[in-house]
């Protein structure tokens, strides 16, 4: 009945997590492999266990084809050291077998030494194992053909989902037509470090369609059970969000600067204009902060749930306070006392560019006194003033000759406007105590 209630409410796009989330996680079928051939068009499944996996599926295009320069970008924009922690898959997933060839060929001659290292698998499903894919429901009236595309996607992601469920700890989706940011493994590294003891189903590292989606490699059978359980239904990127929200995380988990960009100009369905582009992507994003563990306090007016915390972190979230008055302030209480190189605040939203702080300072503090709550440092350092709502301080660890035990964000003039800080950004420096 579960089963059924479940596929009821997937296909009318109402699914109620509340509901179903128990149903879902319960599904003992769900977590095992689905049964399907996979022909090795080059290299061959990695015999160690890697950190992450890239997975990539590509079809014939009717105009332009960016899967070479894709998997240029994957190992281009990665370390030595970095490439020993990644494999990557591309599937194949045309039944144009002429096609197929002749992309195998290019990607083992342009980047054979990663095949013979083991770290890029090029796999192909013969069309056999595939779904009816014709005459299917014509949901939020698609052209027939349109339906046949982003089924079949759907089917060609379980697929390529399912033969990466133990290459590696964690997964991440892309699509053929990416550009990477530089050392964007670390970056991803450090996000997954900073989560440790919190529940996620899904990080996000682009704001578009299913690029940049990151999975633990153990929720991947259950997942690709889910897209072909309900590939007929809808497109994949909305299928992923009722996968997270059936596995009980409610909120997009979105991580910013984004580490991959979409190039392609052309869809692969009918060779359609798309020029979409995510204007969160850095390609030397390598420069992400360390926000090292702290405690986060203010004494301004907080507006509904925009509360302190939301600040810091490196989520696409922001703190929200209504009119801040002279001698109001954001506190930071670090866990441990740090040495601190660089310093960056942003206030203010493109869509609310006057909730900025028109006037205040930044000051560091040392000596801490007062119970676990009201933690404070007992003197203060003023770093610098706020422009234009901003504040960015290089060379920290020169200016401040003591261990940084605080921060603290300062009112200087009351002002009738409210107070976005959209982020808090920390780099740590790793100098030994003299």
């Known amino acids: 009945e579960g089963d059924k209630q479940l596929i009821r409410e997937t296909a009318t796009h109402q699914l109620n997590p509340e509901r179903c989330v128990h149903t879902f996680k319960d599904l003992s079928k769900f977590s095992g492999s689905i049964n399907v051939s996979y022909r090795y068009l080059a290299g061959t499944p990695l015999p160690r266990k890697r950190y992450l996996t890239i997975g990539l599926s590509s079809v014939k295009r009717k105009k332009g084809n960016y899967l070479l320069e894709t998997i240029k970008s994957i190992f281009e924009q990665s370390s030595y050291e970095e490439l020993k922690e990644i ?65 079949k996607q759907n089917v060609d992601y379980a697929f390529l989902l399912n033969f990466c469920a133990n290459l590696s700890d964690y997964y991440v989706m892309l699509e053929d037509d990416v550009r990477c940011s530089k050392n964007f493994l670390t970056a991803v590294k450090k996000v997954i470090t900073s989560r440790e003891g919190s529940y996620w189903v899904t990080l996000e590292f682009s704001k578009l369609g299913y690029i940049g989606k990151l999975y633990h490699s153990h929720d991947l059978p259950r997942l690709a059970h889910f897209l072909l359980m309900f590939y007929q239904e809808m497109p994949c990127d909305w299928l992923l969000t009722h996968f997270r929200g059936l596995l009980a995380q409610k909120e997009v988990i979105r991580f910013k600067p984004s580490l991959f960009q979409h190039m392609g100009y052309y869809s692969s369905y009918k060779g359609a204009e798309n020029k979409l582009k995510d204007d969160d992507f850095e390609e030397e994003s390598f420069d992400i902060p360390d926000n090292p563990p702290a405690s986060l306090h203010t004494n301004m007016n907080v507006f509904e749930n925009y509360e302190a915390s939301k600040a810091y972190s490196s989520t696409d ?21 740090i040495k601190i190189s660089k310093i960056k605040v942003v206030t203010g939203t493109e869509d609310r560019q006057n909730d900025i702080l028109h006037h205040g300072a930044l000051e560091v503090g040392e000596k801490i006194v007062g119970s676990k709550k009201g933690r404070q440092c007992t003197t203060y350092l003023r770093l610098g003033e706020f422009k234009n709502g901003n504040i960015e301080i290089t060379d920290v660890e020169h200016k401040v ?11 200087t003039k009351s002002q009738k406007e409210w107070l976005i800080i959209r982020s808090i950004s920390v780099w740590t420096s790793q100098t030994p105590n003299q």
């Not at 194992?129 to 595309?149: M, Q």
């Not at 306070?321 to 670090?334: E, L, M, N, Q, R």
Request: hydrophobic content about 40%; proline content about 5%; charged content about 25%.
């Open 401 to 411: 000759l003591f261990d940084i035990n605080c921060m603290r964000i300062l009112v």
């Open 87 to 151: 494999a990557v898959v591309v599937q194949l997933a045309d039944f144009d077998s002429a096609w197929c060839e002749g992309m195998v060929q290019d990607i083992s001659q342009k980047f054979a030494h990663h095949i013979i290292a083991g770290r890029l698998i090029v796999i192909h499903v013969p069309e056999e194992y595939y779904p009816v894919l014709d005459g299917l429901k014509r949901n939020y009236n698609d052209p027939e053909d349109r339906v046949k595309f982003r089924s």
């Open 317 to 337: 979230e922001y703190f929200w306070g209504k009119a801040p008055s002279t001698g109001d302030f954001y506190g930071i209480v670090f866990e441990k006392p």
